[in-house]
């Protein structure tokens, strides 16, 4: 008797429920419905890279021997003394030296040339002119449009609604192409990597999602946007959870109305979903108005590399340590065991490995972004035993400031999930476990020497969240990218049908009775 009594106060409880919140809930499902599957859409409808890997390069027994006398040159004249990361890259007429001194500021560049008279170094001008050039050319790399296309080229250091906090990467290169489709890359020439590439039909898209689904036009005031966000998702929760309840304690009859049966048809298959979405995204919003990331930005070494070089010259690069090795990079880091080059070797020297190989899809699934690293002393010359891992644990330790003793783990990330996602662009990085009171984690990327991206028990909870709840990544173990977007498609436009149902039984509903008030108010009359 008491089990039907509670019954009863559901049934009644969850309907009276489900027919106040009908129609802020179905206004909720509209706006993030369309604006859900507007995201996937991006990807599939957005432009595609030619190339999805950085431009490798090989050494001859000359160039290797430039690359010390280079370094040498550099340090003689002070052109190393804020340098924060230096390595050597692949550019448009071959090898060049990087020098990052910080983050927000446009890259140096030397050329490495087998004639050049490395006493006579460019300017300082110049070589800040040739970060826009490696832009350029990275640009026409990676779309495979000429270099006469680009119209406009523009330094971002700041995160803006074309290119949003979720690219992670700054400072960037936004480089526009002629053409009605307006395509434009987004070139971070640090890690020359494309961060992004968007046309007029992404950025559509895009804007549509901003507006929609993030409500990020409400940016400058951010109270506002929460407040308005939080009702809404209030309002398909509670929907949700009321549809859930009524199906499961109303008993199943005999509906006649088709539009009845299939709005309790389909709601058996999207109350979870919809849970799923609203609670995530609520946590989410919260997390990301209110709670301070400790990574909020990439964070360079904090000590400058020429502290720790000779002012002496620096020996020659053994030949045949780098004889018909193709190369992502040549770094220089600093180590307990003193300052080492670091050689990124590309998958390519990997016998019927091409870089023709990568896609998008097996980046994503952690496809090998380099073969293996090798360590050269820069004082001597010689081979190094000096491993990632060590190197790892130091930097960690640097950026940090914990002790060696509160290690708990040091793993290799070779691809993105909850805890280490997409938006960084890197792999692999290397992730170091603290014992400490919030659990940090540091993933350093030991190519450069640049801390990638750190976070805490706190943080992970939400990233687990969002990442399983709100957008299914746990699928991923088995389907493709693209038979994961289209379930979460389909799913959403359920919901949508669902929706359209019971806002139509609402307002049948309420024409009914509207009749039924009219009729009864004529007999009145009558009698």
Known sequence: MQLTAITKSLRLTSLGWHKRVVWFGALTLLLWGVSGISHPLMSWLGPKAERFYPPSFTLNTVEAEQVSRLINSAL???????????????????????????????????????????????????????????????ASYYTGRENAEITQIEFKTQ??????????????YKIRFSGADQLTAYVHTETNALASLNNRTKQTLQSLFQALHTWSWLGHSELNRVLIISL??????????????????????????????????????????LLGWSASGFYHLLQNSYITSPSEKLTLPNAYLAENLSRLQLPPIRPELLSDKQLNSLALVNSSQGPQYRLSLSPANEPGNSISDFSREARFRGKPQEQ??????????????????????????????????????????????????????????????????????????????????????????????????????????????????LLIIGCLLLSLLTGILGVAMQVKHRQMQKIRKNTVSCCAADA
């Open 159 to 172: 995160f803006s609604a074309d290119y949003p906090w979720v690219n992670r990467l700054l400072p960037v």
């Open 76 to 138: 003689q004249t002070g052109r190393l003394d804020h340098a924060r990361v230096v390595k050597l890259v692949a550019g448009a007429r071959g090898p060049q030296l990087q020098i990052t001194e910080a983050m927000d500021q446009a890259r140096h560049y030397l050329p490495l040339k087998e004639n050049a008279d490395v006493d006579n170094l460019p300017a300082r001008s110049a070589a800040t002119n040739a970060d826009a050039q490696q832009a350029r050319w990275l």
């Open 372 to 485: 293996q690293a090798l360590y050269i002393h820069i004082n001597s010359g010689e081979a190094s035993d000096l491993q990632d891992p060590q190197l790892a644990l130091e930097m960690a330790l640097n950026f940090s400031g914990f002790e060696a003793e509160q290690v708990s783990a040091i793993n290799q990330v070779t691809h993105f999930g909850p805890s280490y996602d997409f938006r960084n662009k890197r792999l692999p990085v290397w992730q170091v476990e603290f014992n400490d009171s919030h659990g940090s984690r540091l993933f350093v990327d030991t190519r450069s020497g640049v801390l990638v991206d750190s976070n805490r028990n706190l943080d992970r909870a939400e990233r687990w969240s969002f990442s399983i709840l709100h957008k299914w990544t746990h699928l991923s173990r088995f389907m493709s990218r693209l038979q994961r977007d």
């Open 232 to 273: 809404l998702i209030a309002s398909l929760f509670a929907m949700a959870l009321s549809g859930m309840t009524m199906l499961f304690t109303f008993r199943s009859r005999q509906v006649l109305s088709p539009s009845r049966r299939w709005h309790r048809r389909i709601a058996y298959a999207v109350w979870l979903p």
